[in-house]
């Protein structure tokens, strides 16, 4: 699975399911601009992982970029370690073109060709993230700030 990533939004029942289990997860509360959690798409162990797209912030600048956080330019910051598995069913493929605020069109657009840009580097360093969660537990500092990917697994089975 080469092709490019695409923006997708995680249907609110499962995030509410899943939130339930996992702290590193937070509920869409819909809020003025109506926006959604959005995030990229790919493959580990046979599960459709999704990885949470964040708006960029001042603290951002100072950061740096390490496996388990990406900066998507400052447009926004992809946190690795936060990933859960999704059933197909409860993902939603964002329709950028359908967006009818301009300003976050061009925002989603701009975020969507850099992803791409780096879609190898994202993917790399989600499996290597995932691997060495499943490996050392909760025994590294990075091991620490992610999410239980077996436990999230068992769930996503589950859910239906």
């Known amino acids: 699975m080469k092709d490019n990533l695409r923006i997708y939004g995680v249907k609110d029942s499962y995030i509410k399911y899943l939130s339930q289990y996992q702290e590193h997860l937070f509920l869409h509360e819909g809020g ?3 926006r959604k959690y959005i995030g990229v798409v790919f493959e580990i162990n046979k599960f459709s992982y999704f990885a949470p797209l964040s708006s960029f912030k001042t603290k951002h600048k ?11 330019k ?7 370690n936060n990933m859960i598995p999704v059933p197909k ?5 964002l329709n950028i073109n359908a967006e009818k605020d301009p300003h ?3 925002l989603l657009q701009a975020e969507n060709r850099e992803i791409n840009k780096q879609k190898c580097r994202i993917r790399k360093n989600a499996e290597i993230v995932y691997n060495h ?3 050392n537990g909760n025994l590294t500092q990075l091991a620490k700030r992610t999410n239980d990917f077996e436990m999230l697994e068992k769930l996503s089975r589950d859910f239906w």
């Not at 069913?89 to 493929?93: A, F, H, P, S, T």
């Open 74 to 80: 400052d447009y926004a910051v992809i946190n690795i």
């Open 89 to 93: 069913g409860q993902l939603v493929e």
């Open 32 to 34: 003025a601009s109506g």
């Open 133 to 135: 969660k499943r490996r």
């Open 62 to 72: 100072k950061m740096k970029e390490g496996v388990d956080f990406i900066k998507i």
């Open 104 to 106: 976050y069109k061009f």
